[in-house]
Nanobody
C-alpha cells in the first residue's frame, strides 16, 4: 500500500488549495478513503471521508461547507478541495486508507498573510 499526497503550500486566508493523494498497491475502489490533519501541538483529527464509489461523504464540522472530498477511481486518486481557508486550517494533511492503518507521508498546508 502506498499513498502519496501533493498540493500543499502557503496560501493567504480566504484562498483555496486542492490536495491530491495517489494510491497504489491495492484495489482502490474497494476502500473508504479519508483525509486527516494534525496541527502543531494538537492531536490528529479526521477532516473528511468518502466511500468507495464516492456516493457518501462526511466532514468535520469545522470544514463543512468549505472543503470537498472527491475521488477518481480510474486514476486511483482522492482529492480534498479546500476553499475559504482560515489560519486555523494550518496543519499537516494526511491521506488515509480509512481505518486500516495506512497513511501517506503528509503535506503541509499553511494559511497565513
Amino acid at each position: 500500500v502506498q499513498l502519496v499526497e501533493s498540493g500543499g503550500g502557503l496560501v493567504q486566508p480566504g484562498g483555496s488549495l486542492r490536495l491530491s493523494c495517489a494510491a497504489s498497491g491495492f484495489t482502490f475502489k474497494s476502500y473508504v478513503m479519508s483525509w486527516y490533519r494534525q496541527a502543531p501541538g494538537k492531536e490528529r483529527e479526521l477532516v473528511a471521508v468518502i466511500t468507495g464509489v464516492g456516493r457518501i461523504t462526511n466532514y468535520a464540522d469545522s470544514v463543512k461547507g468549505r472543503f470537498t472530498i472527491s475521488r477518481d477511481n480510474a486514476k486511483n486518486t482522492v482529492y480534498l478541495q479546500m476553499n475559504s481557508l482560515k489560519p486555523e486550517d494550518t496543519a499537516v494533511y494526511y491521506c488515509c486508507r480509512h481505518l486500516t492503518g495506512h497513511w501517506g507521508q503528509g503535506t503541509q498546508v499553511t494559511v497565513s498573510s
